[in-house]
């Protein structure tokens, strides 16, 4: 039998060693909490899948600008009267002793319903950006049996977890899930949990400071309670590889996590593969798939129920099982060549007041104005990794994803601490969404500055790509230099990284972003590589919903921006997708024409509250054309 795929071992120590953040909080407080990072923390791969304890609802919430909670004013330890996470009746402690001073009282303070950013929360929480620290509190379930593992699905920027009063750990990274294993720190009854959240962006962040979306701050996916048996499946990722064989990699946890006996089963494909661990916990096999196997596609996005078995625990997912390649200039999704008729997302619900708070329904309604209105079949979710929900209604709608890290603009390349949080939340992002048939692209980065500390930065992170995950393919949206030709404009990738990507991503925005006039735009030179495929990662322009007028920010300018862009992309030989900035109008704080754009970046395709524009129709013809070609 081949191994196939790396073992669990191998893959936490991929990302660099000792762990690392980028941002290190003020004070003592902060090492008593460990750094929860792949290393660390157990994957709970799947965990929505799980059984579980709900978290969401309604929680206590304090704004901490000084970070008076993480550390005294000269630096040291807090004193008692602003450590928001003790386990204490502050009110009662103060009426009891006259001599007792807590500068705070959660009890009593705001509420903010879970998950979403305290952007929404209050007028005055508009534009905060800092630590928030949340609490509530819950019984615990009456009948525990088990592990319990705290699963925050995300929380924008860095969090500082305590459970009743003791430290449980942190986490750098507002998009990816974390875990910590909490089963003894639960007592029978009340238990009182706190988070710190701190929403701020430093220049070793990723993403750093500068942006084009807005900083949702704050618990803004699940948190949930998660219940395994004593030993469980951490992480499975169930698979085709690229010459059709049926793939499973399981990594168990737990004390009898040795030589373990296990099943892969797929009961609908007649599938029950038996296996043991090795000294690791891990478990590899490999068999030809089952002749009656229906690949997955974005016309027939057939999924099957996977269970593994191991002794109590039985792992459950929905998966589907396509192959993604790149053969020439061609993209091949099982062994055919395909279009990406995509368009791109920031992870923002469609709205008036959006708060980065995504359900099943507002993922559905994002995805079918992509699925069924644009009549697309790929999705790019920028610029960071999207809720799970968006992937999981991906998977079940039949659409392609291109999923990424915020390694945006300019990031530290030289700082170390920066490089092991992308690493890390690069892993995180991999390992949650491996099982997920939809994803077919992992992106390291977009638009950053050609360098060698960044070429090196990058490289690293697509050499994790490639260990993690041998069965997608790897990207970055890249620059390309504008010169000016006679008449039309002559492009030029000059990005070294193109040597080191499967498919090459161009970001291009003539017409909006320079003084070209759109007529010139189909007649454009493109200095690319020939030999491999292209795909346009965005262009776009701005368009309020409603305006017509012959000037930029109408939807006018915006459809003839796009008809322009089109007649430019049907030139290129080797072009093979394109995800459009943007389906939505979404917050930018850069974004401040008071006439047209007043805090909204307006590329979309559609208005914040979801009013189809003239380009819209434009993009959505294009797509019913190519796709009827496509049959
Ligand atoms: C870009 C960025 C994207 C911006 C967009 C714009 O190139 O990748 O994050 O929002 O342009 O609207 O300028």
């Given at each position: 039998?081949?191994?196939?795929?790396?073992?669990?071992?191998?893959?936490?120590?991929?990302?660099?060693?000792?762990?690392?953040?980028?941002?290190?909080?003020?004070?003592?407080?902060?090492?008593?909490?460990?750094?929860?990072?792949?290393?660390?923390?157990?994957?709970?791969?799947s965990?929505?899948?799980?059984?579980?304890?709900?978290?969401?609802?309604?929680?206590?919430?304090?704004?901490?600008?000084?970070?008076?909670g993480?550390a005294?004013?000269h630096?040291?330890?807090?004193?008692?009267?602003?450590?928001?996470?003790?386990?204490?009746?502050?009110?009662?402690?103060?009426?009891?002793?006259?001599?007792?001073?807590?500068?705070?009282?959660?009890?009593?303070?705001?509420?903010?319903?879970?998950?979403?950013?305290?952007?929404?929360?209050?007028?005055?929480?508009?534009?905060?950006?800092?630590?928030?620290?949340?609490?509530?509190?819950?019984?615990?379930?009456?009948?525990?049996?088990?592990?319990?593992?705290?699963?925050?699905?995300?929380?924008?920027?860095?969090?500082?977890?305590?459970?009743?009063?003791?430290?449980?750990?942190?986490?750098?990274?507002?998009?990816t899930?974390?875990?910590?294993?909490?089963?003894?720190?639960?007592?029978d009854?009340?238990?009182?949990?706190?988070?710190?959240?701190?929403?701020?962006?430093?220049?070793?962040?990723?993403?750093?400071?500068?942006?084009?979306?807005?900083?949702?701050?704050?618990?803004?996916?699940?948190?949930?309670?998660?219940?395994?048996?004593?030993?469980?499946?951490?992480?499975?990722?169930?698979?085709?590889?690229?010459?059709?064989?049926?793939?499973?990699?399981?990594?168990?946890?737990?004390?009898?996590?040795?030589?373990?006996?296990?099943?892969?089963?797929?009961?609908?494909?007649?599938?029950?593969?038996?296996?043991?661990?090795?000294?690791?916990?891990?478990?590899?096999?490999?068999?030809?798939?089952?002749?009656?196997?229906?690949?997955?596609?974005?016309?027939?996005?057939?999924?099957?129920?996977?269970?593994?078995?191991?002794?109590?625990?039985?792992?459950?997912?929905?998966?589907?099982?396509?192959?993604?390649?790149?053969?020439?200039?061609?993209?091949?999704?099982?062994?055919?060549?395909?279009?990406?008729?995509?368009?791109?997302?920031?992870?923002?619900?469609?709205?008036?007041?959006?708060?980065?708070a995504?359900?099943?329904?507002?993922?559905?309604?994002?995805?079918?104005?992509?699925?069924d209105?644009?009549?697309?079949?790929?999705?790019?979710?920028?610029?960071?990794?999207?809720?799970?929900?968006?992937?999981?209604?991906?998977?079940?709608?039949?659409?392609l994803v291109?999923?990424?890290?915020?390694?945006?603009?300019?990031?530290?390349?030289?700082?170390?601490?920066?490089?092991?949080?992308?690493?890390?939340?690069?892993?995180?992002?991999?390992?949650r969404?491996?099982?997920?048939?939809?994803?077919?692209?992992w992106?390291?980065?977009?638009?950053?500055?050609?360098s060698?500390?960044?070429?090196?930065?990058?490289?690293?992170?697509?050499?994790?790509?490639?260990?993690?995950?041998?069965?997608?393919?790897?990207?970055?949206?890249?620059?390309?230099?504008?010169?000016?030709?006679?008449?039309?404009?002559?492009?030029?990738?000059?990005?070294?990284?193109?040597?080191?990507?499967?498919?090459?991503?161009?970001?291009?925005?003539?017409?909006?972003?320079?003084?070209?006039?759109?007529?010139?735009?189909?007649?454009?030179?493109?200095?690319?590589?020939?030999?491999?495929?292209?795909?346009?990662?965005?262009?776009?322009?701005?368009?309020?919903?409603?305006?017509?007028?012959?000037?930029?920010?109408?939807?006018?300018?915006?459809?003839?921006?796009?008809?322009?862009?089109?007649?430019?992309?049907?030139?290129?030989?080797?072009?093979?997708?394109m995800?459009?900035?943007?389906?939505k109008?979404?917050?930018?704080p850069r974004?401040?024409?008071?006439?047209?754009?007043?805090?909204?970046?307006?590329?979309?395709?559609?208005?914040?509250?979801?009013?189809?524009?003239?380009?819209?129709?434009?993009?959505?013809?294009?797509?019913?054309?190519?796709?009827?070609?496509?049959?």
């Open positions: 039998m081949r191994m196939v795929g790396p073992g669990f071992a191998t893959l936490i120590a991929l990302v660099a060693s000792p762990a690392m953040a980028a941002v290190e909080p003020p004070s003592t407080v902060i090492s008593s909490l460990p750094l929860a990072t792949v290393q660390t923390e157990p994957a709970l791969v965990a929505d899948m799980r059984q579980g304890f709900d978290l969401s609802g309604p929680w206590h919430y304090s704004i901490d600008p000084y970070r008076a993480l005294g004013f630096g040291e330890t807090p004193d008692p009267g602003q450590r928001r996470f003790i386990d204490i009746d502050v009110a009662k402690a103060m009426a009891s002793d006259n001599r007792t001073l807590y500068e705070f009282n959660l009890d009593h303070a705001p509420i903010a319903v879970l998950p979403s950013s305290w952007l929404t929360e209050a007028p005055q929480m508009r534009h905060y950006q800092g630590l928030v620290w949340y609490q509530r509190h819950f019984d615990a379930p009456a009948t525990r049996k088990g592990r319990i593992f705290l699963r925050l699905g995300a929380a924008n920027y860095a969090s500082y977890v305590y459970l009743n009063g003791k430290p449980v750990g942190r986490h750098e990274g507002g998009f899930p974390f875990s910590f294993e909490v089963t003894k720190l639960l007592r009854g009340d238990n009182q949990i706190t988070i710190g959240v701190d929403s701020v962006a430093t220049p070793t962040s990723v993403p750093p400071p500068v942006t084009d979306w807005e900083n949702y701050g704050g618990i803004t996916r699940p948190v949930r309670l998660v219940e395994t048996p004593d030993t469980f499946v951490d992480d499975a990722w169930v698979r085709l590889t690229r010459d059709g064989k049926l793939a499973v990699d399981v990594h168990l946890n737990g004390a009898d996590a040795v030589n373990h006996p296990l099943r892969l089963k797929i009961a609908a494909l007649g599938v029950d593969l038996p296996g043991t661990t090795d000294a690791k916990g891990d478990w590899h096999a490999l068999r030809p798939a089952p002749a009656k196997l229906v690949r997955w596609s974005p016309e027939n996005p057939r999924l099957y129920d996977v269970v593994v078995d191991a002794g109590e625990d039985h792992w459950k997912d929905r998966v589907g099982f396509r192959t993604i390649e790149v053969r020439g200039t061609d993209i091949l999704l099982n062994g055919k060549p395909i279009f990406l008729r995509g368009i791109s997302l920031h992870e923002e619900e469609i709205g008036a007041e959006p708060t980065r995504i359900t099943p329904a507002s993922a559905r309604a994002l995805l079918s104005e992509v699925k209105g644009l009549h697309g079949n790929y999705v790019r979710l920028a610029h960071y990794p999207h809720n799970e929900l968006m992937t999981r209604t991906a998977d079940e709608l039949g659409l291109w999923s990424e890290v915020p390694v945006y603009w300019m990031i530290a390349w030289d700082n170390p601490g920066t490089l092991a949080t992308a690493r890390n939340m690069l892993a995180e992002n991999i390992l969404d491996r099982n997920r048939a939809s994803i077919a692209i992106s390291v980065a977009n638009e950053t500055p050609v060698d500390a960044r070429n090196s930065f990058l490289r690293t992170l697509i050499a994790d790509v490639r260990k993690l995950d041998d069965t997608r393919l790897v990207s970055a949206a890249l620059l390309v230099d504008h010169g000016k030709g006679p008449g039309a404009p002559v492009m030029t990738l000059a990005d070294p990284l193109a040597d080191s990507v499967d498919v090459l991503a161009l970001n291009t925005y003539n017409g909006w972003y320079t003084a070209d006039r759109l007529s010139d735009l189909p007649a454009t030179t493109w200095n690319v590589p020939n030999n491999k495929p292209i795909v346009f990662s965005e262009f776009g322009a701005d368009a309020l919903a409603g305006f017509h007028k012959p000037q930029k920010f109408s939807e006018d300018y915006q459809a003839d921006y796009y008809r322009a862009t089109l007649a430019m992309a049907a030139k290129m030989p080797t072009l093979r997708g995800s459009p900035w943007i389906l109008d979404f917050r930018s974004r401040q024409n008071p006439d047209f754009q007043m805090g909204w970046n307006r590329k979309g395709l559609i208005s914040e509250t979801g009013v189809r524009k003239m380009a819209f129709y434009v993009l959505s013809d294009y797509y019913l054309a190519k796709a009827a070609k496509a049959k």
